[in-house]
């Protein structure tokens, strides 16, 4: 379940004072928040971008999104090319496998399907890429229609912000100067507007590291055929428990590119994959070395198959925590007209795949919010709201992903193995987390209608 804008909000009304928003970022949630705004009559949109142009910098690979995202990608947004962006190859299992076995020891089927307007069914998984710049593309067809009151700006970099006289006082790193009523921060995991309206919300190092790489496979039968777990991971999200703490993650995306990732507990990350960033043939070699003692052939013949120019640099796992989602510290100081989304507010792991679908929530609460707006006066009380219903919910996705985290990092195996179990009983606890996550914002759309 998600929030619904409320269809008495979008009424166009010549008494209503236009209200300018400006929407820092064009990730899948400032893209988001921006078209969605723009279907308020009385608020003028403009999003800043700094990449150069709409497809000048590479948008990521492959990302999962819950049915709320793409319901709200088809209905609320009213995209009605989506379908074409999924496919019904790759990823539609979880499998779950222990260090030395390439057979599931848990199979759920369908937990990564999703139902497209059409009726189909698919893998969750959608390229990061293809889905921004589709998103972009759309933008800007609206942009393109005057009477939309959306403007588009690429190569703007905002450096800082000033709050003064009831309106915001923007400067870019171009010299450049503008006034709006209100700033939407959705300027990602490094977010300067977030480390200015609220620093509480830094993320912090979990203490993790990860490599990955992705690579396509001319022949994906034949190496299916030699590789157990490349079988399963051309139909699942594959998550292989190692020994010390480490974890192999794998799928297929459509059906020639693997994609994996090995993630550890920072200490067991040897010193070639900590400081070999630009030497991806050391890095390669590493990861590798490090797949072999901790795994079987299996999870190393897959690593060592990666080009060195298709090996991703390594990083640590940052996350703000849930205990500080929990305070609202956005709400702690005066009254504001800027407020945060996605990444920039709530940046943690991926091992809950709720990123994008989150942020796309974000942005859907927040143009409920604004909706309601009829003066620039009332602005901080609408961000007020939001914040309330963004960090209740936000609370338990980093609650969630940062467990996950933890758990297939765990060098005991007890405590794995309990969590396999519990995850079987319950049908995956993720489903649970899901579940609190919506009943958080309906809580608080009860309390606030």
């Known amino acids: 379940m998600w929030l619904r804008p409320c269809k008495s909000h979008f009424v166009k009304s010549r ?17 988001a928040a921006a078209q969605l705004l723009s279907k308020v009559p009385h608020i003028r949109v403009t999003l800043y971008e700094r990449d150069a142009g709409p497809t000048t910098r590479d948008q990521g690979l492959a990302i999962g999104l819950r049915q709320e995202a793409v319901d709200i990608l088809t209905n609320q947004l009213g995209w009605p090319h989506l379908a074409e962006y999924f496919t019904a190859d790759g990823a539609i299992n979880l499998a779950l496998m222990s260090k030395s076995s390439s057979t599931p020891l848990i199979l759920v089927r369908n937990a990564l399907s999703i139902h497209l307007p059409d009726g189909r069914a698919a893998s969750a998984m959608i390229s990061r890429s293809d889905l921004r710049n589709a998103m972009m593309d759309s933008l800007n067809a609206t942009a393109a229609e005057p009477r939309n009151g959306l403007s588009i700006f690429y190569n703007k970099q905002v450096v800082s912000y000033v709050e003064e006289n009831e309106q915001i006082v923007v400067t870019c790193a171009d010299g450049t100067s503008s006034m709006f009523d209100c700033v939407v921060g959705a300027d990602g995991a490094r977010s300067r507007i977030r480390a200015q309206r609220c620093p509480a919300l830094e993320p912090v190092a979990l203490g993790y590291w990860t490599d990955a790489g992705s690579y396509m496979v001319s022949n994906p039968s034949d190496l299916a055929a030699t590789n157990r777990l490349f079988h399963y991971a051309r139909s699942s999200l594959v998550r292989k428990a190692g020994r010390r703490g480490v974890s192999f993650l794998c799928f297929v995306y459509g059906t020639h590119r693997v994609l994996w990732s090995l993630s550890m507990p920072q200490s067991v990350a040897t010193e070639s994959q900590l400081h070999s960033a630009l030497d991806a043939p050391v890095m390669r070699e590493a990861t590798v070395q490090l797949a072999k003692e901790c795994f079987d052939d299996d999870v190393a013949n897959i690593i060592a198959a990666t080009p060195s120019l298709d090996m991703f640099r390594g990083y640590s796992f940052y996350s703000v925590l849930a205990d500080t989602m929990a305070t609202n510290p956005l709400g702690i100081a005066l009254a504001s007209r800027v407020t945060l989304l996605g990444d920039a507010a709530h940046k943690t792991t991926t091992q809950a795949g709720l990123g994008a679908t989150t942020a796309l929530q974000d ?45 297939i990092h765990n060098s005991n195996v007890w405590i794995v193995g309990v969590f396999n179990i519990m995850a079987r009983a319950l049908g995956g606890l993720l489903h649970a987390y899901y579940w609190c996550a919506d009943h958080c914002r309906m809580t608080w759309k009860s309390k606030v209608q």
């Open 363 to 407: 942005a859907l609460l927040l143009a409920n919010m604004l909706a309601g707006v009829r003066r620039p006066d009332d602005v901080p009380d609408a961000l007020r709201r939001y914040e309330v219903g963004m960090c209740q919910a936000a609370k338990v996705v980093v609650s969630a992903s940062i467990g996950n985290t933890r758990r």
């Open 15 to 31: 008494l209503m004072t236009s209200v300018h928003v400006l929407v820092v970022g064009g990730g899948i949630g400032g893209i």
